[in-house]
């Protein structure tokens, strides 16, 4: 299994970025998705998470300003950011509730599966 992130890039401030990130392989069920960021020199802070049925949490600190989304057929989450302040600078990471199985064919089930980093950088 794996989730990959893609999107990140430098912006200017108040400019937008949409981040996506897929999950592959044998996955049977997938519940909350989430998006997170890590700062430097900050702990890893949730950004934004959305169930399987379409509800949604946010930060305060982007609420108004990211949306995240996700498409159940795809297995896809995106996150779509607008109005980007020089503080939402940080990696951003997927996250899933995901069931799957292993290449023994036994069933897994884990909680936050982390995919891998992408860097949003907000400067002028």
């Known amino acids: 299994v794996q989730l990959q992130a893609s999107g990140g890039g430098l912006v200017q401030p108040g400019g937008s970025l949409r981040l996506s990130c897929a999950a592959s392989g044998r996955i049977l069920n997938i519940n909350t998705m989430g998006w997170y960021r890590q700062a430097p020199g900050k702990q890893r802070e949730l950004v934004a998470s959305?169930?399987?049925?379409?509800?949604?949490n946010y930060a305060d600190s982007v609420k108004g300003r990211f949306t995240i989304s996700r498409d159940n057929a795809k297995n896809t989450v995106y996150l779509q950011m607008n109005s980007l302040k020089p503080e939402d600078t940080a990696v951003y990471y997927c996250?899933?509730?995901?069931?799957?199985?292993?290449?023994?064919?036994?069933?897994?089930?884990?909680?936050?599966?982390w995919g891998q980093g992408t860097l949003v950088t907000v400067s002028s």
């Open positions: 959305i169930t399987s049925d379409g509800s949604s």
């Open positions: 996250n899933a509730d995901l069931t799957y199985y292993n290449d023994a064919d036994v069933m897994v089930a884990i909680a936050h599966y």
